[in-house]
C-alpha cells in the first residue's frame, strides 16, 4: 500500500493505475488521513494534473518552454459532500487507520488522454517526454488556492487504457500487387495475422502468401512491428520499428513461382534501449515498463480526435526487389494492449478480507505499476 505523508495530512492509494475502458474512467481513489487540529477548521482539497512535455527541459532557453500543465479537475475530499460507496480497499483502510480517515474519489473527464512516455534514448533526463498525470492532496480554505510543499502531498498516477473484453477472432488480412514498367504481370502478396488483438509480451504471428507473376526476381523479405506515433501538442507524426527481422530464406523467388512463409516477431521496450522517440507506458528503467498501448476511443468517436499522444500498430512486409524492380510494401494494423484486469481476483480478496490487519503499507516511490492491494492479498 503505497503511503505519502506532509506533516498531518496522509494520503494512501490502493494502485496507481486508473483505467479507462472508453465508455468512462476509473476515479483516482483512496483515503486520507487528517488531523483536526492541523486543519483549523479548513478544509481538504484533491487535483489531478496533466502536463504535457514535448522538448528537453534543458533545451528550454530564450524563453521557449517545452512543456504545459492543465488542471483537469479539483474537488473537496473532507468535509465531503459525496457520500457514494467505498470500495474494497478503502473500507480496510478506513477501518485499520481509524477515525481520521476519509475515503475519496476523484473522477476525471472523458477527454483526459492516456498516459504514454517517450523515451529520449538517453540514460536519463530531469524530466520525461509525454503525458504525465499527478495527483495533489493539500489543506486550503478554498479550492483556488494554490498549493505548496508545506501543506500538500504530490503523488505520481497513471491514466492507462486496456483491451476490451471481446470474443471476436477476425484474423486482419491484406492483399497488395505491384506492377512493372515494360513488363507483364505482377507481383502479389497476401499479409495475415493469426488475430487483432496482442498482449505485451506475445509474439505478433505472420504468415505470408507470395504469387510472383511478374518478370522480375524477389531478393529478400522484410518483416518489422512498426510503432506510429502522433503528438497532438505540436501536430507532428513519426513511425519506429520496434522489432524487425529479415529473411532470404525461400529466395530468390523467381518469376512464375510461389512462396509460403510464417513469421512470428516480439515488439518489446527492452529491446528497444538506445531507440530514441520510442513511446512507452513508463520510464524504461522501471522493470516493468512496456510499450505504449495502442490508443483506443469510444464507439462513435474517431481516433484521430484523441488527445495527448496517439498510438497505434501495424505489420510492415517489404519484398525487394532490386535496384530496379525496388520494393512491394505492406501495412497490416493491429492492436497491442494489457488484458482487462480480472474481476475474479478483486472479489476473491474482498471476500477473505477478516479485518484489515493484512493490508502492507510501502513507500509509494518504491510501488510497483500496476499491482493494486487486491492483487498483493491473494
Same mark, same amino acid.
Given at each position: ?149 508545506? *501543506?500538500?502531498?504530490? @503523488? &505520481? ?5 486496456? /483491451?476490451? $473484453? ?7 488480412? !491484406? ?88 513469421? *512470428?516477431?516480439?515488439? @518489446? &521496450? ?5 531507440? /530514441?522517440? $520510442? ?7 522501471? !522493470? ?59 472479489a476473491k480478496a474482498d471476500a477473505n478480507y477478516t479485518g484489515g490487519e493484512d493490508l502492507e503499507f510501502e513507500d509509494f516511490a518504491r510501488l510497483r505499476r ?9
Open positions: 500500500m503505497p503511503e505519502f505523508e506532509c506533516r498531518k495530512i496522509t494520503v494512501y492509494l490502493g494502485r496507481r493505475d486508473f483505467v479507462d475502458n472508453t465508455t468512462g474512467t476509473e476515479p483516482v481513489d483512496g483515503v486520507v488521513v487528517c488531523d483536526n487540529d492541523y486543519l483549523r477548521g479548513r478544509k481538504v482539497f484533491a487535483s489531478v494534473t496533466v502536463t504535457y512535455r514535448f522538448g528537453r527541459e534543458e533545451d528550454e532557453v530564450m524563453g521557449l518552454n517545452f512543456s504545459k500543465e492543465l488542471l483537469l479537475t479539483t474537488q473537496q475530499i473532507y468535509p465531503s459532500a459525496n457520500s457514494g460507496e467505498m470500495t474494497g480497499v478503502q473500507d480496510r483502510l478506513v477501518k485499520k487507520l481509524g477515525a481520521n480517515a476519509y475515503p475519496f474519489a476523484v473522477t476525471l473527464p472523458e477527454s483526459a488522454p492516456a498516459s504514454v512516455q517517450l523515451h529520449s534514448g538517453e540514460e536519463e533526463t530531469a524530466k520525461p517526454l509525454g503525458v504525465i498525470y499527478e495527483l495533489r492532496v493539500f489543506v486550503g480554505d478554498n479550492s483556488d488556492e494554490k498549493p505548496h510543499r508545506r *501543506n500538500s502531498v504530490a @503523488l &505520481a498516477v497513471r491514466k492507462a487504457q486496456y /483491451s476490451p $473484453i471481446s470474443n471476436s477472432n477476425r484474423q486482419p488480412s !491484406t492483399l497488395v500487387s505491384k506492377g512493372f514498367a515494360l513488363s507483364s504481370g505482377k507481383l502479389n502478396m497476401e499479409v495475415t495475422l493469426d488475430r487483432e488483438l496482442y498482449y505485451h509480451g506475445e509474439q505478433v504471428k505472420a504468415n505470408l502468401s507470395i504469387n510472383n507473376g511478374s518478370k522480375k526476381t524477389v531478393k529478400n523479405i522484410k518483416v518489422a512491428v512498426i510503432q506510429h506515433v502522433e503528438v497532438t501538442m505540436t501536430n507532428s507524426q513519426f513511425t519506429r520499428e520496434v522489432s524487425s527481422l529479415e529473411s532470404k530464406e525461400g529466395c530468390p523467388i523467381t518469376p512464375g513461382t510461389n512462396l509460403s512463409k510464417h513469421f *512470428n516477431l516480439m515488439p @518489446l &521496450a527492452s529491446s528497444n534501449k538506445n531507440r /530514441s522517440g $520510442i513511446a512507452l507506458d513508463g520510464k524504461l528503467k522501471d !522493470t516493468d515498463a512496456n510499450l505504449a498501448s495502442s490508443t483506443l476511443v469510444a464507439a462513435g468517436k474517431n481516433v484521430n480526435d484523441a488527445g495527448g499522444i496517439v498510438v497505434s500498430y501495424s505489420l510492415r512486409v517489404k519484398l525487394n526487389c532490386g535496384a530496379l524492380g525496388g520494393e512491394l510494401v505492406a501495412d497490416l494494423p493491429f492492436k497491442l494492449m494489457h488484458p482487462a484486469p480480472g474481476v475474479a481476483i478483486k500496476g499491482q493494486s492491494v487486491d492483487q498483493g492479498l491473494e
